[in-house]
């Protein structure tokens, strides 16, 4: 492969102080908002840089998998929740106890109150048949959709955007709602719009469901379950 021209090259260095924190910030104050939406419409300007900050995620041999199904209307987004509605219910026999009392407590009403309703989808033919850095593992194109929708979710953070992932449905009942092509694999549904509060600390570790692990806990070193030292 021959050199790079340098022309193609940019200067690199550390983000300033001031830069960096409101990265970390965007990070640590994500939340996933399932009721918290202002009914107020997001621009179509800022809607499209929420959508051009995902585009510009990495994806596998740059295949760009990605695709964002836009829906406004009300009536569609009515559609949508009773399909959620039905494997919900579903979802709620599936624990037991005090567990499915709580799930049913949770307010999961975003679909119906968030003026928008994103769809992203991953495309596996893009690339052909043989894709670079696919060659080994067929779920690369899946990975890098969710980069794109991380880049997302933290440019809403940034503008003052709530997100939402739902993904309690049958995907077979989206794709026949939203007319999407048999081949194409639905990531989620994300429910997007202004908030003005937040939970301070994930929702459901508020609420008692799970609480954060340990960091420490998590990391090894070299080999699986080897501590790190220090």
């Not at 928008?116 to 067929?138: A, E, K, Q, Y």
Request: glycine share 8%.
């Amino acid at each position: 492969m021959p050199d790079e021209p340098m022309d193609h090259m940019v200067r690199v260095g550390a983000f300033s102080v001031e830069e960096r924190a409101a990265i970390y910030k965007a990070i640590e104050t994500r939340r996933d908002v399932r009721d918290q939406f202002l009914p107020d419409p997001l621009p179509d300007d800022l809607v499209w840089r929420l959508l051009s900050a995902a585009h510009h995620a990495p994806s596998v041999g740059f295949m760009q998998p990605w695709n964002f199904i836009l829906v406004r209307d009300a009536e569609r987004r009515e559609e949508i929740w009773r399909a959620f509605s039905r494997a919900n219910d579903e979802a709620a026999e599936m624990f037991s106890g005090k567990k499915r009392g709580d799930y049913r407590a949770l307010k999961l009403e975003g679909i119906r109150k968030a003026p928008l309703g994103i769809c992203v989808t991953c495309d596996p033919t893009r690339g052909g048949p043989v894709v670079l850095g696919r060659t080994h593992n067929f779920s690369m194109d899946r990975y890098s959709t969710v980069c794109a929708i991380q880049n997302l979710w933290l440019a809403a953070r940034a503008e003052g955007v709530g997100v939402g992932w739902v993904s309690i449905f049958h995907e077979d009942e989206l794709k026949r709602i939203l007319a999407i092509p048999e081949h194409v694999e639905v990531i989620g549904w994300f429910c997007l719009g202004y908030v003005d509060t937040l939970y301070g600390e994930p929702e459901l570790a508020v609420k008692g469901w799970r609480k954060r692990l340990p960091l420490e806990d998590l990391v090894f070193s070299e080999i699986w379950q080897d501590r790190p030292v220090g």
